[in-house]
């Protein structure tokens, strides 16, 4: 019993007639979404549906969210297509092209394993958040364009996104009109479903009524592309073809599917932690990815993530427990063995336009505008993450995202924020006194706060800031005190500038405190031999304490 989830120990049988329809809700869903990203993977259609069975129930077994659905994802799709690309010499659905997608599946699983194990969980962070929604509002027009020559029966040019868009347009005489007619009536009615209709499944009575319409109208006779055979059961190609070569090759391609992936997947399972207060663990979650991508390996899928679409659809249909994804996983199963062939006559063209409504959501720009709004920069390390996806490429887009990732880091380090304190009008407290116009300076002291660690990233800023207001003060201090509260680590870099300070200001005749240094300061402090030249009687446990031994009236001598 100890090897189950804890949700399912605790799991109430009363639950189930609901968990029942919320999982069939999610299997409508998710079986067209699973054949049309197969097109974005570059493998056959059924390989899709191999992707869901032993992902749903790896994560299960393993993760901590329980109201994240782990399966199919455009996101990583779409990566996996651009690392295979890279070393695959087949083509697209060939059993080459489907072994070197299968290892990547595989290689993945096992680097969220050993990353879970490792609790290397905070590599999740190394996309930062405007640079992560920036990164997939990218990868939406990326993904949406790249369906756009499907929908009109024209062949992909090749060339960055907005090259394939511009192609696309200018080949307008080229367009199959009754392609485009099918395609502009599915996109039409999955919106339409998407809006009026939310609670149906939407895309898979789309799609029915797409296959209907196929056999009823002849389209193929009629130039429309079909998905054509959906072979029922497991087809599986041998794995002997993929060299150590190729897996080094794909490792860049798998640790970049790893990073995008769990920071998505993450996210979405954060933002269902918070709202049913629960808490998730991001090693957990790593090991819970990695199980699901070794199951969809196994049964010879491509990558997957943590999915929005599906998540809120259970979310929305009521489910009690993640039973409700068990469900939808035996549905699939059921499918791949029984019903798959039903999908042989799905117009192509439909195909397509499950793929622009599925990544429609992405396609946000309010995501990227809203940092213009708070924070430049910010503003900026988006827009740069989303043109490098649509200008460049993929895997370039998620180096240039981690890249941006980064500088916003550095700059957040070594610019942040400073203030001079008073004490506030009642007195109880000390206050900005930028912020609390009511804030009143104490007479000859200067107290003054830094709101970052004390790093070689920002040891300069913080020694040229503090003696510039030193400096400039009318009249010069006959005190300084330091609020180390917010300042939680003391590098050697940091120590250097702090006793550069303490020399200085002992030039000048100014005393020099230390208040509020967590332990961890302190104890850096001590080994590094500052406090020696600072003097332990510096350290004052706060704010008042200090002004209280500034203020104390110096003993007489013998």
């Known amino acids: 019993m100890r090897l189950l989830p804890t949700w399912l120990r605790s799991y109430d049988r009363a639950w189930l007639p609901v968990d029942v329809m919320a999982g069939l809700t999610v299997w409508a869903l998710m079986v067209p979404q699973a054949l049309a990203y197969a097109g974005i993977a570059g493998v056959p259609v059924q390989n899709g549906l191999y992707v869901m069975p032993l992902a749903v129930v790896g994560y299960l077994l393993l993760g901590s969210s329980r109201h994240l659905y782990v399966g199919p994802s455009a996101t990583v799709a779409t990566l996996s297509a651009s690392t295979v690309a890279l070393v695959a010499t087949a083509s697209t659905g060939s059993a080459d092209y489907i072994a070197l997608t299968v290892a990547l599946t595989l290689m993945v699983g096992v680097i969220y394993i050993a990353g879970g194990l490792a609790r290397m969980g905070f590599v999740s962070r190394f996309f930062a958040r405007p640079v ?48 485009v007619a099918v395609g502009v009536a599915g996109l039409v009615a999955l919106f339409a479903f998407a809006r009026f209709a939310p609670k149906l499944p939407g895309v898979i009575i789309v799609v029915a009524l797409a296959i209907l319409a196929s056999e009823v109208l002849d389209l193929q006779h009629h130039g429309v592309a079909i998905v054509g055979d959906v072979p029922t059961g497991f087809h599986f190609v041998s794995l002997s073809s993929v060299s150590t070569d190729d897996l080094v090759k794909m490792l860049p391609g798998a640790l970049a599917i790893v ?21 998730v663990d991001a090693n957990r979650e790593m090991l819970g990815y990695g199980a699901a991508n070794l199951g969809a390996g196994a049964l010879q899928g491509y990558t997957v993530t943590g999915g929005l679409s599906a998540s809120g659809a259970a979310e929305r249909s009521g489910a009690k427990s993640p039973a409700a994804f068990l469900v939808s996983a ?46 430049s920069l910010e503003f900026w390390a988006a827009l740069g993450a989303l043109l490098g996806v649509i200008l460049i490429d993929i895997l370039p887009g998620v180096a240039i995202g981690v890249a941006l990732s980064f500088i916003l880091l550095i700059h957040t380090i070594g610019h942040p924020h400073i203030a001079v304190l008073g004490r506030s009008r009642d ?114 446990p706060s704010v008042d304490s200090a002004i209280e031994a500034i203020e104390a009236p110096t003993p007489l001598l013998p």
């Open 132 to 179: 992560l929604e920036g990164f997939i509002v990218g990868l939406g027009l990326y993904i949406a364009i790249g369906q756009l020559p499907k929908v009109v029966g024209v062949a992909k040019p090749s060339g960055d996104t907005l090259l394939v868009l511009a192609k696309t347009i200018g080949d307008v005489g080229k367009w199959e009109g009754t392609t």
């Open 427 to 540: 007195g109880a407290r000390f206050r900005d006194l930028e912020d609390d116009p009511e804030a009143t300076p104490i007479p000859g002291v200067l107290i003054h706060r830094f709101e970052a660690e004390l790093i070689f990233a920002n040891a300069d800023l913080f020694q040229d800031d503090l003696l510039a207001r030193v400096h400039a003060a009318e009249p010069t201090p006959g005190a300084v005190v330091l609020d180390f509260e917010a300042v939680s680590q003391v590098d050697v870099t940091g120590e250097e500038a702090l006793r550069s300070v303490h020399d200085t200001l002992d030039t000048l005749g100014i005393r020099l405190f230390v208040a509020r240094a967590k332990s961890r300061v302190r104890d850096a402090l001590r080994r590094g031999g500052t406090l020696d030249v600072l003097g332990e009687d510096s350290l004052m």
């Open 330 to 375: 035996l549905m699939a199963l059921l499918t791949i063995l029984f019903l798959a062939g039903l999908f042989a006559d799905l117009p192509e063209p439909v195909l397509g336009a499950v793929v622009i409504w599925a990544v429609s959501g992405m396609i946000k720009p309010g995501r990227v505008t809203q940092y213009r709004r708070a924070r």
């Open 259 to 279: 990073v995008v992936g769990l920071a998505q997947a993450l996210a979405i399972a954060k933002s269902y932690a918070a709202k049913y207060h629960y808490a």
